[in-house]
């Protein structure tokens, strides 16, 4: 079976940096990596990758920041005033917090700089402007 849109996929995989610095991977989290192809679950390069491919099958491949999390965005930086940082007393540059959207979703924000008047967040995701390595194996396929 060759895999296409609308499997159900597991894979194994390995992410890392331009430098082979590992970012992620499926023995990380003690399972296989499941989910729909081309159902939005994943980013492009990673959906467009396991297309085509067979259950046993592995496979080395690049994605560039377009087809992954996006150039990094420098429009995505905000300063916010202190006290709008609530429940988290010691605020620091580097600390990664989670903060709500209008729309209820959750996402990650990295403090860039911090005083007492002042908050500057990095809304960009941690791996915007990256080009990412994967090594994967298909495990499964139905």
């Known amino acids: 079976m060759t895999i296409k849109k609308g499997d159900k996929v597991k894979v194994d995989y390995t992410g890392t940096f331009e430098d082979g610095t590992v970012f992620d991977s499926s023995e990380k989290h003690g ?4 989910f729909e192809v081309g159902a939005g679950q994943m980013i492009k390069g990673f959906d467009d990758a396991v297309i085509g491919m067979k259950k046993g099958e592995e ?33 620091k540059p580097g600390m990664v917090l989670g903060l709500a959207a209008p729309d209820g979703r959750q996402f990650a924000v990295k403090i860039k700089a911090a005083d007492e008047k002042e908050v500057t967040l990095d809304l960009n995701h941690p791996l915007a402007g990256k080009t990412l390595t994967f090594k994967i194996k298909v495990v499964d396929a139905a």
């Open 31 to 34: 399972q296989p990596l499941e």
């Open 59 to 91: 496979k080395t491949f690049k994605i560039k920041p377009a087809d992954a999390y996006g150039e990094y965005n420098d429009t995505l930086i905000k300063k916010l005033p202190r006290q709008a940082i609530k429940g988290v007393e010691d605020v």
